[in-house]
Antibody, heavy 121, light 108 residues
Framework: QVQLQESGPGLVKPSETLSLTCVVS?????????WGWIRQPPGKGLEWIGS???????YYNPSLKSRVTVSVDTSNNQFSLRLTSVTAADTAVYYC??????????????WGQGTLVPVSS | DIQMTQSPSSLSASVGDRITITCRAS??????LNWYQQKPGKAPNLLIY???TLQSGVPSRFSGSGSGTDFTLTISSLQPEDFATYYC??????????FGGGTKVEIK
């Protein structure tokens, strides 16, 4: 069974950098698939942040592109998110997920449980 | 960028009701459309992919239809466990999988 688990600081101060890691178990990232980060501000909808392929190719939400970096560490079977210059608007539950595929269709098939990251001084 | 618009943003219904949620894409996405259910405090759960294919284990009261720009999710007979928020998501621009704004289904 594929499992994902986010980890990172419980609180980030404004103007600082938010860093999260997603550890994957039950599947080797090196075997393929895209992997992504999604966030959800309290009481609001889901926002795609960025995606990465096992080879390291990255794709970012244009609205966040200038502040986001997603990277992969295949040796430790994990991928990471860095979001710089955060403000209160970046307060959200952050999810990591795998992008599965079947018959040419892609969807998020496995998710982490999500981690709430408040941005506050 | 492809924009996904869901309607309504919320609805109230009773157990046993038939409900329909609509999702519209800003340009054609063929059938690259998925539906998720999210309950409070939980990650979203895939219900339907490719516009109309039921994910394994999802009850048959859920169905999806549409192609191009207009899509619907129907629950034929609402059950107590179906009260949740539903999101559509386009995968035409994989791996940039973007979501609609969500539809909250509440108990009347």
């Amino acid at each position: 069974q594929v499992q994902l688990q986010e980890s990172g600081p419980g609180l980030v101060k404004p103007s600082e950098t938010l860093s999260l890691t997603c550890v994957v178990s039950g599947y080797s990232i090196s075997n393929g698939f895209y992997w992504g980060w999604i966030r959800q501000p309290p009481g609001k909808g889901l926002e795609w942040i960025g995606s990465i392929y096992h080879s390291g190719s990255t794709y970012y939400n244009p609205s966040l592109k200038s502040r986001v970096t997603v990277s992969v560490d295949t040796s430790n079977n994990q991928f990471s998110l860095r979001l710089t210059s955060v403000t209160a608007a970046d307060t959200a539950v952050y999810y990591c997920a795998r992008i599965g595929r079947r018959n040419g269709n892609h969807y998020y098939d496995y998710w982490g449980q999500g981690t709430l990251v408040p941005v506050s001084s | 960028d492809i924009q996904m618009t869901q309607s309504p943003s919320s609805l109230s219904a009773s157990v046993g009701d038939r409900i329909t949620i609509t999702c519209r894409a800003s340009q054609s996405i063929r059938t690259y459309l998925n539906w998720y259910q999210q309950k409070p405090g939980k990650a979203p759960n895939l219900l339907i992919y490719a516009a109309s294919t039921l994910q394994s284990g999802v009850p048959s009261r859920f169905s999806g239809s549409g192609s191009g720009t207009d899509f619907t999710l129907t629950i034929s007979s609402l059950q107590p466990e179906d009260f949740a928020t539903y999101y559509c998501q386009q995968s035409s621009t994989t791996p940039a999988l973007t979501f609609g704004g969500g539809t909250k289904v509440e108990i009347k």
